[in-house]
Each structure stands twice: as structure tokens, then as C-alpha cells.
């Protein structure tokens, strides 16, 4: 866990330098998936198909592909939900051990598509990848590259094909990364790469923003056996539960349009407002799916950690782990009791936390940011169990508890 958390913590701090500019790194349709599962990095993941092979008795893949509308199959790919990145990709043949990593899938193999083509390096979408552009192939086509806060990294070519979404919804002409190379612990764990979810013009939700609204929800499980959604759009049969979130301004910068942020106000624990003014939260906070833990002004984290240890009294204390300092000792606990946690957002919105979404392993799931000045993060752990809607176009963020 401490490994996992030393990853989470350079994320966090490569995030926080790309928002203050300290690196150059820079009614609709809707689609319903009820595939997202937890997996045992601390991030979740879901499954999409891509590419279009014609139906032959001949090809090994068919058991393991997702039909397509038009009589095709796709590869079916499970990739990693990652609302921070802007390049979705996937590993592609030739993708040999150790340049790639195993996957659980069978590897996308671009000359098996009828629909596959690279991006040639003369097009608008080479241009439009910006800081994910890294030069061309010898034979012109875009080669992409993408370096994650936590030392991950993925490289190839920067490709067009057609996305399958369950079993109907087909995305044409796609672009996104076919990688032949990739390292980092991020991608130790079977997935076949990412479904990037962020502000930047390449994301999912930029590239299909016609067709589901720039708006997408999800809700990541409490537990590794069970399943949460990835919701992209407003179904008809959703929209009717709209009146049930609680919902707080969602903010964008114009120097990292990447990532999503909101305005903490107050945070209750065990009933109690912490003694901590709403100025403190001011350099705002990060939501992101594939952040681990929460991040807060120093400010705040001291007084929500000697509120949370004054409730704990009954338990062991253990050591920390990495940067979680209140740990506990639950040998031989039966139950475990916690105090209950809400986090206050801009405009009132409160958000109860699930007793899932407070400790991360036995510690306290929150850590301090290394100055009141620098944005905070509100992480996976404290998202569990809440379908958490990035309405873009509205400018908002809404939360309903309970939902997975």
C-alpha cells in the first residue's frame, strides 16, 4: 500500500504543478456501463471494443469479441477510467514483453481492422494532440506520448477507429493512442490502457461532445466484488434523478483545461463543523477519478485528523504508511466504528461520505497538501458508492449518495 500511495502522491504533485503552470506538459445519446470494476491499484476500470473484423470462422478472436451494428466484431478492451487525462489508449500489436505490459484482453491488432487507420502527421488531429505530440513515424504517421504524474508512460501511434460503447453505440473515426511501448506501475494490472475523460480537446468526452453533451457520470464501488457505472450522457431513464443530487459550481482553468475542480467550504465530522474558515479551501480541489486519497490545505487536514483521532480513542494506533499518518490496528476488532465525515462544497452541496470512502487500508483515506496556497484533490476513496456527474456545459458537478 505504501508503494501505491508514493504513485498517488506524484500524481498529485505533477497535477498541482501543471495547474500553476510549473510544467509544459499542457439531450443526448447516452451510453450506460455496468462493467466498471475496482482493481487492486486504487484505480477502477471499464470495458469498451474497439476496431471493426469481419466475422471468419478462421479468426481465434471471435469468442472474445463484442458484436458490432454492422454484422462486425470489435476487440473488447478493459481500460482504466481516468478523468485527468486527455489521450485515450491501448496497447497494440507489436507490443512485445518488456516494452508492454500482460494484459488481460487479447492484444488490438490494427491490421485485423477493416475501419483501423493512423493519423497522418500533415492532419489537424496530429496538430490538435499539442504536448502528446511526438514527432512522426518514417513513414509519416503521428506518433503520440503520454508521461503520467506517477512515472507511467505510454508511446506509439496516434490512430483512428471505431469505438464500440455496449452493444449499439459505435463511435466512428475515434482517435486514440495505439501504444507499442509503455512502462510504470499504473498499468501493473491486466488493463489494456485508459479511457481518458478530461477537459482536453482529444478526451472521450471532447470527441463525442455532439453526441453525449460533454456530460458523463460514474460510480466506483466500495469493494473490489462489486460493480459500479460509467454513464456518458443523460439517459431518459436517469434524467428523472436529477432532483435527488446535490450539486456545487464546477470549475475549469485555462492553464490546465484537463482537470475538473471544486470549491471545498467546510468539512463536518461526527456532526460537528471543523473549526476551519471557508478561506482556507480557496486555492479549490481537484476531482479525479484515478487520484486515490483526498488532499487538503494543512489547515484543515490538522483539524480533521485531531477530530477523527479524538472519535478513534478506542483503537490501536499503528505506524503511518507513506504519507497516511493515522493509522490503526484492527487485529482482532470484530466492528469497526467511525465517525461519520460530509464535505461541504460551494453552494451548500454536502456529501456524506461512505464508511468506504474514509480510510484507505486501516489508515485515514485524507493527507495534507504542502501548503494552504496549493490545490487540494478529492480522491477515488472518498468518491466510493457516489455517482459523481461532470455536467460541463452546466458548469456543475452533482453528487447522489448510495448509488452503487
Same mark, same amino acid.
Given at each position: 500500500?505504501?508503494?501505491?500511495?508514493?504513485?498517488?502522491?506524484?500524481?498529485?504533485?505533477?497535477?498541482?504543478?501543471?495547474?500553476?503552470?510549473?510544467?509544459?506538459?499542457?439531450?443526448?445519446?447516452?451510453?450506460?456501463?455496468?462493467?466498471?470494476?475496482?482493481?487492486?491499484?486504487?484505480?477502477?476500470?471499464?470495458?469498451?471494443?474497439?476496431?471493426?473484423?469481419?466475422?471468419?470462422?478462421?479468426?481465434?478472436?471471435? *469468442?472474445?469479441?463484442? /458484436? #458490432?451494428? &454492422?454484422?462486425?466484431? =470489435?476487440?473488447?478492451?478493459?481500460?482504466?477510467?481516468? +478523468?485527468? @487525462?486527455?489521450?485515450?489508449?491501448?496497447?497494440?500489436?507489436?507490443?512485445?514483453?518488456?516494452?508492454?505490459?500482460?494484459?488481460?484482453?487479447?492484444?488490438?491488432?490494427?491490421?485485423?481492422?477493416?475501419?483501423?487507420?493512423?493519423?497522418?502527421?500533415?492532419?489537424?488531429?496530429?496538430?490538435?494532440?499539442?504536448?502528446?505530440?511526438?514527432?512522426?513515424?518514417?513513414?509519416?504517421?503521428?506518433?503520440?506520448?503520454?508521461?503520467?504524474?506517477?512515472?507511467?508512460?505510454?508511446?506509439?501511434?496516434?490512430?483512428?477507429?471505431?469505438?464500440?460503447?455496449?452493444?449499439?453505440?459505435?463511435?466512428?473515426?475515434?482517435?486514440?493512442?495505439?501504444?507499442? *511501448?509503455?512502462?510504470? /506501475? #499504473?498499468? &501493473?494490472?491486466?488493463? =489494456?490502457?485508459?479511457?481518458?475523460?478530461?477537459?482536453? +480537446?482529444? @478526451?472521450?468526452?471532447?470527441?463525442?461532445?455532439?453526441?453525449?453533451?460533454?456530460?458523463?457520470?460514474?460510480?466506483?464501488?466500495?469493494?473490489?466484488?462489486?460493480?459500479?457505472?460509467?454513464?456518458?450522457?443523460?439517459?431518459?431513464?436517469?434524467?428523472?434523478?436529477?432532483?435527488?443530487?446535490?450539486?456545487?459550481?464546477?470549475?475549469?482553468?485555462?492553464?490546465?483545461?484537463?482537470?475538473?475542480?471544486?470549491?471545498?467550504?467546510?468539512?463536518?465530522?461526527?456532526?460537528?463543523?471543523?473549526?476551519?474558515?471557508?478561506?482556507?479551501?480557496?486555492?479549490?480541489?481537484?476531482?479525479?477519478?484515478?487520484?486515490?486519497?483526498?488532499?487538503?490545505?494543512?489547515?484543515?487536514?490538522?483539524?480533521?485528523?485531531?477530530?477523527?483521532?479524538?472519535?478513534?480513542?478506542?483503537?490501536?494506533?499503528?505506524?503511518?504508511?507513506?504519507?497516511?499518518?493515522?493509522?490503526?490496528?484492527?487485529?482482532?476488532?470484530?466492528?469497526?466504528?467511525?465517525?461519520?465525515?460530509?464535505?461541504?462544497?460551494?453552494?451548500?452541496?454536502?456529501?456524506?461520505?461512505?464508511?468506504?470512502?474514509?480510510?484507505?487500508?486501516?489508515?485515514?483515506?485524507?493527507?495534507?497538501?504542502?501548503?494552504?496556497?496549493?490545490?487540494?484533490?478529492?480522491?477515488?476513496?472518498?468518491?466510493?458508492?457516489?455517482?459523481?456527474?461532470?455536467?460541463?456545459?452546466?458548469?456543475?458537478?452533482?453528487?447522489?449518495?448510495?448509488?452503487?
Amino acid at each position: 500500500m505504501a508503494d501505491m500511495v508514493d504513485d498517488d502522491q506524484r500524481r498529485a504533485d505533477y497535477i498541482q504543478k501543471r495547474l500553476t503552470g510549473a510544467t509544459d506538459d499542457k439531450q443526448p445519446m447516452a451510453f450506460d456501463s455496468k462493467t466498471s470494476q475496482y482493481v487492486t491499484s486504487g484505480q477502477y476500470a471499464t470495458n469498451g471494443a474497439i476496431g471493426s473484423v469481419p466475422h471468419l470462422k478462421s479468426l481465434s478472436t471471435t *469468442a472474445t469479441t463484442n /458484436s #458490432a451494428p &454492422d454484422g462486425t466484431s =470489435a476487440v473488447t478492451q478493459t481500460v482504466i477510467i481516468d +478523468s485527468g @487525462s486527455d489521450v485515450s489508449w491501448v496497447q497494440c500489436k507489436p507490443c512485445p514483453l518488456p516494452m508492454c505490459h500482460r494484459q488481460r484482453d487479447p492484444l488490438f491488432d490494427p491490421a485485423m481492422s477493416t475501419t483501423y487507420a493512423a493519423v497522418p502527421c500533415t492532419s489537424a488531429a496530429c496538430a490538435q494532440l499539442g504536448p502528446y505530440r511526438r514527432g512522426c513515424s518514417a513513414n509519416a504517421q503521428c506518433q503520440f506520448g503520454i508521461n503520467y504524474g506517477d512515472g507511467s508512460t505510454a508511446t506509439g501511434t496516434y490512430s483512428f477507429d471505431d469505438l464500440t460503447l455496449g452493444p449499439y453505440d459505435v463511435i466512428r473515426g475515434f482517435r486514440f493512442g495505439c501504444a507499442h *511501448a509503455d512502462r510504470g /506501475s #499504473a498499468f &501493473d494490472y491486466d488493463v =489494456a490502457g485508459s479511457l481518458a475523460l478530461g477537459g482536453g +480537446s482529444q @478526451s472521450l468526452v471532447q470527441q463525442t461532445a455532439t453526441r453525449y453533451g460533454r456530460v458523463f457520470s460514474y460510480c466506483l464501488p466500495p469493494t473490489a466484488s462489486s460493480l459500479g457505472f460509467l454513464v456518458l450522457g443523460v439517459p431518459p431513464e436517469r434524467a428523472q434523478l436529477i432532483p435527488s443530487f446535490v450539486s456545487t459550481p464546477l470549475l475549469s482553468s485555462s492553464m490546465a483545461p484537463t482537470f475538473y475542480r471544486v470549491l471545498l467550504r467546510a468539512i463536518i465530522v461526527a456532526g460537528r463543523p471543523l473549526a476551519v474558515p471557508p478561506a482556507v479551501f480557496s486555492a479549490s480541489s481537484v476531482i479525479d477519478s484515478s487520484t486515490i486519497i483526498s488532499r487538503l490545505p494543512p489547515t484543515a487536514y490538522q483539524a480533521l485528523r485531531a477530530a477523527f483521532r479524538s472519535a478513534m480513542t478506542m483503537y490501536r494506533a499503528a505506524p503511518p504508511v507513506s504519507i497516511l499518518d493515522t493509522c490503526y490496528d484492527f487485529t482482532g476488532v470484530r466492528s469497526i466504528t467511525l465517525p461519520s465525515i460530509a464535505l461541504v462544497f460551494d453552494g451548500g452541496a454536502t456529501v456524506n461520505l461512505d464508511a468506504a470512502g474514509i480510510l484507505l487500508g486501516s489508515c485515514l483515506a485524507f493527507a495534507p497538501t504542502a501548503s494552504d496556497r496549493m490545490p487540494g484533490f478529492i480522491g477515488n476513496v472518498q468518491q466510493k458508492t457516489l455517482e459523481v456527474v461532470y455536467d460541463v456545459p452546466a458548469k456543475a458537478m452533482r453528487f447522489r449518495t448510495a448509488a452503487c
